[in-house]
């Protein structure tokens, strides 16, 4: 990455002089201005990032980003990006998808990107609708949604996004709230830093077809007695008293109260676990944002990147053949010679 | 017997008998190595200077049941010791390694023809499988034919009993055997094949030593033996001088993709999901990494269009390559490329079809979708290769259209392309033209850089790449704004983005060179071509000129747009015949373009045309 430290950006330097047009009142602004900030304190240069998009509400973001962007086709993004990231490690690229990109349609792209380590930084904007189709269900809508599509009630059995991702072996993943500009910002922080494919579920309210989705995470009562703050290397404890807290039972994750258990039953939070499963334990605490939910940053591992390895095999293949040469390789099945 | 015995027995000249051209087809059992014998044959004619075709045919399966008609795998190639254009009609000589390779091959067989059997896979259930009810060795299916009956696996088994295998590993090298025995027959030197083995089984030195035993065992017999009397050769071709290499078409293509790359000084990005029969393009890319070549097997044929488009945003010589399952699933993703006006080539390796078809047979059916297999208005060039070799020029042609042009190109091959191969002259690599296109650099608007302000000639937009100071821009599949790049649903806008994206890619008729036609002056026929159907229908056409009939034939590499001077050709003749392996494709663009009474020549049956369908239709229509 085309770091320095001269440079000396403002959010502005991020804006375009395109109108942004979400519905007024979308978490979609939020996040943007999250963005914006975070781009600036980044360390990048502007023409380094990248932002790619696919369909849907969200995915009108990079027309509002000052950087390089593509507004591509629906589900498709973390595809594209991939082109982008595994012949130009040097850039930021950045993936901004929605729950229906995501995980209808572009959901076999989103697993092999986060099974294969690619370098791309992945915002998932979960509002459980489709917003651009006027309020159909979305693969995380909860079970028994009524929605345009679905009269009686949806059927489906939702995806829980963290834990699909933990599932594909993602080496990050975070999740946060759009209304939380600071928690946002560290997230997004953390991600840059992490070096590989970073997954972040963003809860997203949508106003218009699914308003107060995240009431129990966002409401003035609710948001203390649900928000499960993860830190490294803390005990995870939560409530206005810290009165409950988690712990490691047989492999689950329980929510019990913290009176209950010895202090060191209580389960210690490590991001950098090799193995991605107490992080999905944790991630099973809910399947959606309904009861307590735990929010922050659930992984963060090292592992090989997918660029860094096909970037490695070209500078050993001209190591050990030299570079290409087209006149011998037209050579190199044999060949004999008419007078 | 040793090496000695070969050299000083070889068989009296005064035996041989020198012959222009022999078409010689070896088939068997799918796991019986008839690719491989194939192909050495091929390489050593090569060696000695004939001009050669190939028409490999092999089954979709891995394994299919063995013994059964399904399993047959076969290979033929035409030697010749004049210029030839396909690999011929009828086999003069068929190699038959078991009933069910006989059965399924036969009728192909010229009357007359040569049958070398393996006759110890005769027997009752081998019989059975393949349905014969008596052997058709001793029953009088076979005396139109001469025989040649060879008890090749006890023949394999004495021949392999020093080198070291054992069990079912000896009976494997009886494919060497049959080739000894067509070396002998043919006069083929053997020095090629033998290091050819020393070399592919050098970390095996058993199975080399049974290969090469079974191979020279196989040459002995025929020396030997009281069943053939007479040998032949087919004298080395006058070909153009030049140095000579045998290629396959996907070969050929992977080659001319990294020629491409490096004239247009580019990184070769090449995303693919395996499909047959365009795999092997992958495979022959991944071997070049040295040459900057980043290959990336995708999760899927969208992911692997999605990354090339990716990919030539961020500067890259961005290909993907499939076959027509595949199109179908990029479909939208050219259509991306086409409104974003990226440059791309996309390779569909034809197969027939519809749904999974028939994956490896060739077919000429995905014309029509090349062309219009897009949602909304979405023009885009499409050029064909015609042979194996012509896949490089076709392809480095394909690649230069792309980048100037700033467009997705579709590039056509087939099956028969892919797998067959024939002698290429190698071009000398410092002739090939500089196809480079600058990136954008700066910004002309004021201080917006302005994505689809065109060059007035070519119409193609800027390209500018991430990494690029002040140049930061935004594309997206909504439309765009002409110079702004810009959203836009101003309806006069889209009808000049829609003119404008139609004319750009008409425009390229300007830049290609004229078809050309080639035959008489006169012609009462003119043979209008394209893809894998030029051999056929050349050789069609000189025989018919052969016996005083006026006839002419051009065939095309760019499809869309026409070459300028297509209409003058098509209008200036009697008639016109489109021999295609589809149901009118090529024919019907033709028709709709410029209105002419075109007669299509259509066959869909899973093989290449034989010579003298075109010749037969050619005579009828002159006669009419």
């Known amino acids: ?339 | 017997m040793s090496d000695d015995t070969l050299t000083k027995d070889r068989p009296d000249l005064s035996n041989r008998e020198t012959i222009d051209r022999v078409v010689i087809r070896f088939a068997g059992d799918s796991g019986d190595g008839m690719q491989v014998a194939g192909n050495r044959f091929t390489d050593d004619s090569a060696v000695f200077g004939n001009d050669l075709a190939t028409l490999p045919s092999f089954p979709a399966e891995i394994r299919a049941p063995a013994g059964t008609l399904p399993g047959v795998s076969s290979f033929q190639v035409q030697i010749a010791a004049f210029d030839i254009l396909t690999a011929g009609d009828q086999p003069d000589v068929l190699v038959a390694m078991n009933p069910a390779a006989l059965k399924d091959n036969l009728a192909d067989l010229r009357p007359g023809g040569t049958i070398i059997i393996n006759t110890e896979a005769f027997e009752p259930r081998n019989l059975e499988k393949a349905g014969y009810q008596t052997s058709p060795i001793d029953d009088g299916t076979l005396e139109p034919y001469l025989v040649i009956e060879v008890p090749m696996e006890t023949l394999t088994k004495e021949a392999v009993k020093e080198s070291g295998v054992s069990g079912r590993d000896v009976l494997r090298s009886k494919n060497f055997f049959a080739l000894g025995l067509l070396a002998w027959l043919f006069n083929r030197p053997l020095e090629t094949t033998i290091s050819w083995i020393e070399e592919k089984f050098g970390r095996k030195p058993e199975v080399a030593a049974a290969n090469i035993a079974a191979y020279k065992s196989g040459y002995n017999f025929g020396f030997t033996t009281e069943a053939m009397k007479t040998t032949y050769e087919v004298l080395p071709a006058q070909l153009s001088p030049g140095t000579y290499t045998n290629i396959t078409g996907n070969t050929a293509l992977a080659w001319g993709l990294v020629a491409g790359a490096q004239q247009s000084r580019l990184p070769l990005f090449y995303g693919s999901y395996p499909i047959t029969p365009a795999s092997d393009i992958l495979h022959e890319l991944s071997k070049h990494k040295n040459f900057g070549v980043r290959t990336f097997q995708a999760e899927d044929e969208i992911a692997a269009v999605g990354s090339a488009i990716g990919a030539s945003f961020a500067g890259n010589l961005a290909v993907t390559g499939t076959s027509g399952p595949g199109l179908a699933l990029k479909s939208e993703g050219i259509s991306l490329a086409v409104s974003l006006e990226l440059p791309m080539v996309i390779v569909d390796v034809q197969r027939a079809g519809p749904a999974t078809g028939m994956p490896t047979k060739p077919e000429q059916s995905d014309l029509l979708f090349a062309m219009y297999g897009r949602h909304g208005e979405s023009p885009l060039p499409v050029v064909a290769a015609a042979t194996p070799s012509d896949a490089f020029d076709t392809t480095f042609e394909a690649v230069r259209l792309a980048l100037k042009y700033m467009t997705p190109v579709l590039l056509l091959s087939d099956n028969h392309i892919a797998n067959g191969s024939e002698p290429w002259r190698l071009p000398d690599v410092s002739d090939l033209p500089d196809i480079s296109v600058p990136f954008a650099t700066t910004s002309v608007g004021n201080g917006h850089f302005l994505p689809y302000l065109r060059d007035p000639e070519t119409f193609a937009r800027p390209w500018a790449i991430p990494g690029t100071p002040g140049l930061e821009h935004r594309l997206g599949g909504l439309e765009k704004e002409e110079v702004t790049g810009n959203i836009s649903y101003d309806p006069a806008n889209h009808q000049l983005m829609t003119d404008v994206r139609a004319w750009k890619i008409a425009s390229i008729a300007n830049d290609i060179p004229p078809v050309e036609v080639d035959g008489d002056d006169d012609a009462e026929v003119l043979v209008l071509g394209w893809g894998s159907t030029y051999g056929a229908i050349k050789a069609g056409m000189r025989r018919v000129r052969r016996r005083g009939i006026p006839v002419a034939a051009a065939h095309l590499r760019h499809l869309n747009p026409f070459p300028a001077n297509l209409g003058e050709v098509v209008r200036s003749v009697p008639r016109v015949l489109v021999p295609e392996l589809n149901t009118g494709q090529l024919l019907r663009l033709v028709r709709a373009e410029f209105l002419v009474d075109a007669v299509g020549l259509n066959k869909v049956a899973g093989t290449p045309f034989q010579v003298t369908e075109i010749d037969d239709k050619i005579v009828e229509m002159v006669e009419r």
């Open chain 1, 1 to 339: 990455m085309s770091e320095t430290t001269t440079l000396s950006y403002t959010r502005a330097d991020f804006q375009t002089d395109q109108e942004v047009r979400w519905c007024p009142g979308c978490g979609d602004y939020t996040i943007l201005a999250s963005v914006q900030t975070f781009m600036a304190e980044m360390g990048v240069r502007r023409q380094d990032i990248v932002f790619v998009s696919g369909i849907g509400c969200s995915s009108r973001f990079p027309y509002y980003m000052n950087t390089y962007g593509m507004h591509s086709i629906h589900g498709r993004a973390p595809a594209i990006a991939t082109g982008i990231a595994a012949t130009r490690p040097e850039l930021s690229v950045w993936v901004v998808t929605g729950d229906g990109d995501a995980l209808s349609i572009g959901g076999n792209h989103l697993i092999h990107a986060l099974r294969r380590n690619v370098n791309l930084k992945i915002l998932l904007f979960n509002n459980q609708i489709y917003g651009l189709t006027k309020g159909q269900y979305s693969p995380t809508s909860e079970s028994g949604k009524v929605t345009k599509s679905t009269p009686m009630g949806s059927v489906d059995h939702p995806f829980n996004p963290v834990s699909l991702a933990l599932g594909a072996e993602a080496s990050f993943v975070a999740r946060t709230l759009d209304m939380d500009r600071p928690h946002t910002i560290e997230v997004l922080k953390r991600a840059h830093q992490h070096k590989g494919a970073a997954f972040i579920e963003i809860y997203q309210n949508c106003n218009v077809f699914n308003d107060k989705a995240f009431l129990q995470l966002t409401g003035k009562t609710e948001r203390e007695l649900n928000r499960i703050a993860l830190r490294h290397g803390e005990r995870v404890v939560f409530g206005p008293d810290s009165q409950h807290a988690v712990v490691m039972e047989q492999g689950a994750a329980k929510v019990v109260p913290t009176n209950s258990v010895p202090a060191d039953r209580i389960y210690v939070h490590d991001e950098h676990a090799p193995d991605p499963t107490v992080a999905f334990a944790l991630s099973r605490i809910s399947h959606g944002p309904y009861g307590p939910t735990p929010l922050g940053i659930f992984r963060d591992a090292e592992r090989p990147t997918y660029d860094s390895g096909l970037n490695q095999q070209l500078v050993d293949a001209q190591t050990r053949k030299g570079p290409g040469d087209l006149a011998k390789l037209l050579r190199s099945l044999g060949t004999w010679e008419v007078e």
